[in-house]
């Protein structure tokens, strides 16, 4: 069964205080680490996708990266802008399934 | 549309009541998903459906539950009899193509479901 672990559960960071999200993971066979960012009473927003270990993706201040067994969301210099709840999820090769297997979820609070 | 929608955006049962939340993906994605989540907690697969194949129906909690697209576009997620440990946020998503694919999956914005 597939499991993904994301620490701490929550972090607080003042504005331009750089810091690493991680997501750790088991799958058999991944076909995706997926990264999305979450606002209150709103639906994920897709950030991206890692395929392979020592694959790395960039967005403004988010850096993704990817070992064989975990993930870091790399925030740099981040703004209050940034605050929201940082969700990771694998799909992995096993079964007839698309499904995506999430994490609970890092809550951010980035203070001015 | 340029999202996927859902409707409605809140809804409030009374224990017992049956209730049908539907989902418009983006225009042409042929995967759909539902995912139920709770309070604090990450999404949990309900069920998937590439065009009008209901492909797996795995997380479904139990046979209220059902789903259905019938003409590979909307969708409706069904509850029946509901109780109380039903109310979450229920999130359906799309992707442009079906299985084997690696694409990502783009989320509505849910609908929260209280049941009282």
């Known amino acids: 069964e597939d499991q993904v672990t994301q620490s701490p559960e929550a972090l607080r960071l003042q504005e331009g205080e750089s810091s690493s999200l991680n997501c750790s993971y088991t799958?058999?066979?991944?076909?995706?680490l997926f990264w999305y960012r979450q606002d209150p009473g709103k639906g994920p927003e897709f950030l991206f996708t890692?395929?392979?270990a020592g694959e790395e993706k960039e967005k403004e201040r988010l850096k993704a990266t990817l070992t064989k067994k975990e993930s870091f969301l790399h925030i740099t210099a981040p703004k209050p802008e940034d605050s929201a709840t940082y969700l990771c999820?694998?799909?992995?090769?096993?079964?007839?399934?698309?499904?995506?297997?999430f994490g609970k979820g890092i809550t951010l609070s980035v203070r001015p | 549309g340029a999202g996927v929608s859902q409707s409605p955006r809140y809804k409030v049962a009374k224990r017992g009541q049956d209730v049908a939340l539907r989902c418009d993906p983006i225009?042409?994605?042929?995967?759909l998903f539902w995912y139920q989540q709770a309070l604090g907690q990450g999404p949990e697969f309900l069920t998937y459906?590439?065009?009008?194949?209901?492909?797996?129906k795995s997380g479904l909690p139990s046979d209220r539950f059902f789903a259905e697209r019938p003409e590979g576009s909307v969708s409706t997620l069904k509850i029946q009899r509901t109780q109380q440990e039903d109310s979450a946020v229920y999130l359906c998503?799309?992707?442009?193509?079906?299985?084997?694919?690696?694409?990502?999956?783009?989320f509505g914005p849910g609908t929260r479901l209280t049941v009282l």
């Open positions: 890692l395929y392979s």
């Open positions: 459906f590439q065009n009008e194949a209901q492909l797996d």
């Open positions: 225009s042409g994605h042929v995967s």
């Open positions: 999820a694998v799909r992995s090769h096993t079964g007839a399934n698309s499904k995506l297997t």
């Open positions: 799958v058999s066979g991944l076909r995706g």
């Open positions: 998503a799309s992707s442009s193509t079906g299985e084997g694919s690696y694409n990502e999956q783009f």
